[in-house]
């Protein structure tokens, strides 16, 4: 397992019925994204960059999906130099996460990719597509992200 698909290692208390369910992947998440050689911990007060190509991924941590997204994106050889992540559960209002994500509706899965180009946005998309704008901006084959994403899957069955 790489890096981010760790996060999976953590148990998670079952629900109880009374307590809430304790998820410990949102609090570990920042610290995976600190080790990482090429991922930013972004936060909704942080400001757009103005100058350069950046990619803003907003994820799911408990998507293992999205979590093998990051891990292919880290051992990537290109791509910007500011790839920022945040976890999408940190937004606390549809208007942040328009402000985050222009022209972003509907969202319907993760995870959420947004670019911009010298401070100016350029594109927004989630889910698959999502995932063909990280593919294109790193250099990554789709295919390769593709076959990951459907070796999770028939591990889940």
């Not at 369910?21 to 600190?34: E, M, Q, S």
């Not at 936060?43 to 757009?48: A, E, F, G, Q, V």
């Not at 093998?68 to 790839?83: K, R, Y």
């Not at 350029?122 to 992200?145: L, M, Q, S, T, Y």
């Amino acid at each position: 397992m790489s890096g981010f698909l760790n996060l999976f290692k953590w148990p998670i208390v079952p629900w109880d019925g009374k307590s809430p369910i304790h998820d410990p992947r949102p609090g570990i998440f920042p610290l995976a994204v600190k080790a990482s050689r090429r991922l930013h911990l972004w936060s909704t007060k942080d400001i757009i960059p103005d100058s350069g190509v950046r990619l803003l991924i907003g994820v799911a941590t408990w998507s293992r999906y999205d979590m093998v997204l990051l891990d292919i994106i880290d051992d990537a050889e290109f791509g910007p130099a500011c790839i920022d992540v945040i976890d999408i559960d940190q937004i606390q209002s549809i208007d942040d996460l328009h402000r985050f994500f222009p022209h972003a509706s509907p969202i319907m899965q993760s995870p959420i990719v947004g670019l911009w180009s010298d401070g100016h946005f350029v594109e927004c998309a989630d889910g698959h597509f999502g995932r063909e704008i990280v593919a294109r901006e790193c250099g990554i084959d789709k295919a390769h992200i593709e076959e990951r994403m459907m070796a999770i899957f028939n591990q889940r069955k």
